[in-house]
């Protein structure tokens, strides 16, 4: 019943945003709805993604996932062609906590909390009044009127998520406001078509920056087995919010890809270099540097300025390096443009490596240098110096992917190899 009840909030949603007066806001209505990928694609998944981080480094990474692409179940059944995805659902939580944290007990730390969740009825929508409820997450939307007289988009999460390995346990309460509009990749947020013909693909990946930069406030507890809990709280954190969604495995619309965003008093930056498999490749790959806005919100480089001209990014990178669990990572990494109209340069220096885990996975902190060869172009904004935590993720034996998530002078890369990854899937899978 509540499978039926979220399938026809989905259908009422799409059916409002063709009536008159809903044309010019078709999109936005889009990139806010549940889709149920899974209800109609056995390979169907979508994620809410949010991070915020404080000013004392704390960085907490939350995503809801209806259905759940990396469930390991899911993903053993999903190499057989078999399995059901709209039943396979979860959470994603981490947090963690910067080498140099008052707390030394805390010091470095990094609790990954995985809740994989599977049947009927875990998953419920609606658009008026706006919530998503995943297990007992739930995620809610409204708005506000800035200074400036815009209406902007709040979120609201409300946590309590169980990893399925060991029973941890985090509870909390967070809120986003908006502070600058969102974005999208082409204008439609497609990053991967099987027809770019259409402008409604049947096979596609389509990733939204609903909020490229948000103030974050929220208090959360973390529970253990055998030992105390432990307490955060903080306001006035750097936060940002994404939205995916797609009906083709991940590895088949890109095996790697890099993806960085960093915001701050110094403006606000995305970055996204995907790779193409192979066998299906996609005119609609992203290749460096996507969105530049400046403190005051003006946009300082947008990927339509090169959208479908990857000769116009230069994207170079130093030798690999392997960490102690294999991953493979670049120590330096480089993104400018062969076009007078975007003097920017953009230099990534890797410091340190925060989380190194299986299956094939690496967090590591970055340095983020801006520079411009015209200074007037490019106003106050010419050069400057940040610290980054960055995410690298590889997938399969084509290409490797760095991803980065940027919080307040930080970004987070990880990797991931495929192999590995379905290895892990059958072995973890049949332990469920």
Known sequence: MAQVTRRIYTLLALFITTLPGWAAAQ??????????????????????????????GTTIAISFHAPNAFDPSLGALAL??????????????????????????????????????????????????????????????????????????????????????????????????????????????????DDPTTTEPAIFHKWVVVMPRAKADGAFEIEFANKNPVYGAFSDAVGYHDHNWGSVPLFVSNPGWLWGRASNQDGTLIVVRMHEHPLTPSERLLRGVVFYAAPDGEVLIDEADYYGEPEKVIFERSQQVLASNTVAYNPEISVSFADEELPWEFDFTFEESILESFPAYLRAKYRLEVDSADSQGAKEHDRYDRKLHCDYEKHGRYEWCDESQHSAGKIVIEYMDLPKLGQWYWETAFRL
């Open 80 to 193: 057989l062609g078999l399995g059901d995805a709209s039943l396979h659902v979860g959470m994603l939580v981490q947090v963690s906590y910067p080498s140099d944290y008052f707390d030394s007990e805390l010091a470095g730390k990094v609790f990954d909390i995985r809740e994989y969740l599977y049947g009927d009825g875990l998953v419920d929508f609606s658009l008026e009044p706006y919530f998503l409820k995943v297990g007992n997450n739930v995620l809610t939307r409204d708005s506000y009127v800035s200074p400036s007289g815009l209406e902007r988009p709040v979120y609201s999460l409300s946590i309590d998520t169980t990893d399925f390995r060991d029973g941890t346990r985090i509870k909390g309460e967070f809120t986003l406001k908006g502070l600058r509009d969102g974005w999208k990749v082409g204008g439609d947020g497609y990053t991967y078509v």
């Open 27 to 56: 999109s936005s209505q889009d990139d806010i709805l549940w889709h149920d990928m899974g209800a109609t694609d056995p390979y169907g998944y979508e994620w809410f993604y949010f991070d915020m981080e404080a000013a004392d």
